[in-house]
Each structure stands twice: as C-alpha cells, then as structure tokens.
C-alpha cells in the first residue's frame, strides 16, 4: 500500500491524501488551499494523479479545506464517485457553491482593478460547476462498510461538526486510520469522537498541538458581555462560521434568555448561509445533543434575515440589540457592513468566536487596532473587541492524547501529524513521543509512504 500526501502537511489546509493499493486509487479527502499566497497558488497547480485512474473520492467531512477541491476535479473532467456521511453531502451543497460564488467574485474583481497577469483572469471554478459536482456524491453512513476494489473501509464519528468522520481504511492485510478533523470530549452539543480500533498507521490532526483550550465557561462569559453591551445602550456584533459556529453562539444565546440571564433582547441571524445549515442541524438532530424541538426554539427565538433590503434594515433597528453575521474571520460577507456602520460607536462591542488568521482584520482588532480597512475605507474603531472562547471543534493536545489513549492503539502503530502549523506539528510529535508509546514522525508534503 502506498500512501502519496497531497495537502495539510506543515499546514492546516488543503487536504488530500492519495491511496493506492494494487489496482485500486482513493483520494482521502479532496480540499482547497487557503491563506497564504504561496499556499493558494497550489489550487492551480495538478495535482501528480490520473484522474482517470483514481476509483473514488472519500470525505472526511464538509469543511472547504477538505472538501472545496472537487469542483476543481470535475472541471477536469473526475466523474467518479465521492462517498461522505449523509450530512456531509447536505452541507457541500451548501459550501461549494458558495466557494464557487467567492471565486467567480474575486475573479471579478481581479478584472476590474487589473490586479492580474491574465487579461481576464478566470474563477478557479464557478457556481455552475460546484453545483454541478453534486451529482458525485454517494451516502456512506457511520459504519457502514464500503468495499472498493482490493480496500475495505468505514467511517465512524469524529465529532467536529456534523456528518465529521474519521476513515478507516483496510487493505494488503494493513488498517490505516485516517483521523480528520477530531472534536472535543465536551463540545457544546457535538457528540465526543468515538475511540479508534487497532491500526498499523493513522494519519493523525494536530491543528491545536502546541495550544489548550481556554477553561471559560462560554454560557458565563456570553452573559457577562451581553449584559454589560446592554446595560450601555449598544449593539453586539458577532461575526460567525456558518457551520457549527454560527448555531452553538444561537443556543448560547437563546439558553442564556430562556434562563434569565440575559434580557429577551432581539437577536438577528443575517447570513442566508446559516439559516441553511441551521435546517441542516434540525434534520440530522440524531447526530448531535440538540433535540430537533431545540433546533426549532432557537429558529423562533432568534430573527432570519434573509434578503439584503432586511440586512440593510437593521440599520433602523432600536438598540439594544445583537446581530450574528458571517464570516467568521471578518474577511468578508454581511458582518463587514454592519462593522463599517457600528465600529467607530464606543457602545459596540465585536465579539470573535473563534481563531483570527494573521494578518485579518479580525486578528487586528484583536490586537488593537485603531482603524481597519472595510470596502476601501479606512473605519474608526471605538468598539469593544472581545474574544469568546470554549467554542473550538479542535480537540488540543492533551484531549488528541486522551483519545488515542481511549483507543486499541497499540505500542507498533505508527503516526504520521498532519493538518497542523509547523510550530504545531513540533510541539505535538514532542508530546506524544513523551506521553505515548507510537512512533510519531511529522507527514511531509507529496511524500509517499509505503508500508
């Protein structure tokens, strides 16, 4: 068996691991390339594959880093099957062509400030096609077992976000785990990971290797800072991941009024993204600790905006009150004009809900910005900048341990770290050697491992 890494080496995006077993070709995860220039630039590259050969593509689950790359594949002209848990599909429909609109705007953008070598610099794929891709998806549910040529595997709970797996994948008398995004053991309504059987090799994340997870209470900190917002006549701005994110700061919210905690105030939910997976979350409620009546108290008690004249009404809304809006690293979406409206007013406060990447405005405001570029302007910025924590679906270094230490991982099985920063990566080999009995080395970029 070969193993041929294509992405999420030495850093935490672009996904894909090629495996090849006699006749027999599977793409581990298919995902895009994001942040860095260096890192992006990758996404136009081909990848050092016969898509004509390759037998099928197996997902982890939904995120664009493990995900976003099909389009690019079936542009190229890839028809083969893509197999994912249920929700997992129900969610790319949702995120690809999304990604597919992003690109053919940046495209777009790039043409009209000449920001290209090319003289009509093409998306690097489009709605069209990301909708288009769809039709590849096959349901493959928790544990269910697929047999692909000379392979075996299943996918069993990992926790993360919905529909999220880990793969595992059996062949020439070897079992090789492949982890995926790993949740945390108490994640606000994600079900723990389900502990691991054997294994020869896994294929290991170690997003947060060198960082804990703070030990706030988030329900105590959301009310400390609503109640203080309120108590100054102001707004709360939350800017939020569509996916997961967006839903846990709902049930914060919404829990934290139903308990008294915090006023009945108006809470508005202004991204159409979200309002989606929202749905999704209600019809896949088997699948996390939220009840599908919980699912539809939080649609009631929270407004869905859905249309850009009612996002733009906001604007004539009676303070106080909390607008949630994407994107979660304040890159862009609905979230960039209500700050553009409301940062330089001392009565806001923006609340982060998870990582800030370098160099973002979030980061930025984050590290005390006094001004911040939003659509070509430079904005004041008088707001509160807060940071919310307890809501990672990363589990750390320590909960990665206490899951590999649950699991029949035996003193033989070799780990190769992946999906992690370089400082990451080090700092989670160094532990586990410490803590642990594997053989832990750190996966490297289009290197193949045969075993």
Known sequence: MKITFLGATQTVTGSKFL????????????????????????????????IDRLDAIVLTHAHLDHSGYIPVLYRQGYRGPVYCHPATRALCEILLADSGNLQEEDARFFSRHQLSKHAEPEPLYDRATAEQSMTLFRPLEF????????????????????????????????????????????????????????????????????RRHETTDPFLQMEELVNTTVAGGGIMLI????????????????????QGRIPRLKVFLDSPMAIEVGEIYERFADQHKLSRA?????????????????????????????????????????????????????????????YQAGGGRGAKLQQGAESVRIHGDWVTNRARIEMLHGLSGHADYVELQQWLA??????????????????ALEAMRDYLRRTSPYRVEIGEYQRILTF
């Not at 495996?19 to 081909?46: A, F």
């Not at 996918?155 to 790993?182: C, M, T, Y």
């Not at 004249?309 to 994107?327: F, M, Q, R, W």
Request: proline content about 6%; aromatic content about 6%; glycine content about 10%.
């Open 19 to 50: 495996v090849h077993s006699g006749d027999t070709r599977i793409l581990v995860d298919c995902g895009l390339y994001q942040g860095y220039k260096w890192l992006r630039e990758r996404n136009w590259q081909p990848l050092p594959l016969d």
């Open 143 to 210: 544990g269910q077992v697929l047999d692909l040529g000379g392979m075996r595997l299943h996918l069993q709970p990992a926790g993360h976000i919905l529909g999220a797996g880990s793969l595992i994948l059996e062949a020439e008398g070897k079992r090789v785990g492949f982890s995926g995004d790993v949740g945390r053991p108490d994640d606000l309504f994600m079900y723990p990971p389900k502990p691991l059987p054997e294994l020869d090799l896994l294929l290991l994340e170690s997003t947060y290797g060198d």
């Open 239 to 258: 800017p939020s991941f569509a996916v997961g994110r967006a839903q846990a700061v709902q049930y914060l919210l919404t829990t934290l009024m139903e």
């Open 294 to 354: 919980d699912c539809r108290r939080m649609s009631r008690t929270i407004t869905l905006v859905r249309s850009v004249e009612d996002s733009k009404a906001l604007a004539d809304e009676v303070y106080p009150h909390i607008i949630i809006a994407g994107s979660g690293m304040v890159t862009g979406g609905r979230i960039l004009h209500h700050m553009k409206r409301l940062l330089s007013d001392h009565r806001t406060t923006l609340l982060l809900t998870g």
């Open 406 to 423: 649950a699991s029949a991982l035996t003193a033989d099985t070799r780990i190769q770290l992946v999906h992690g920063e370089p400082d």
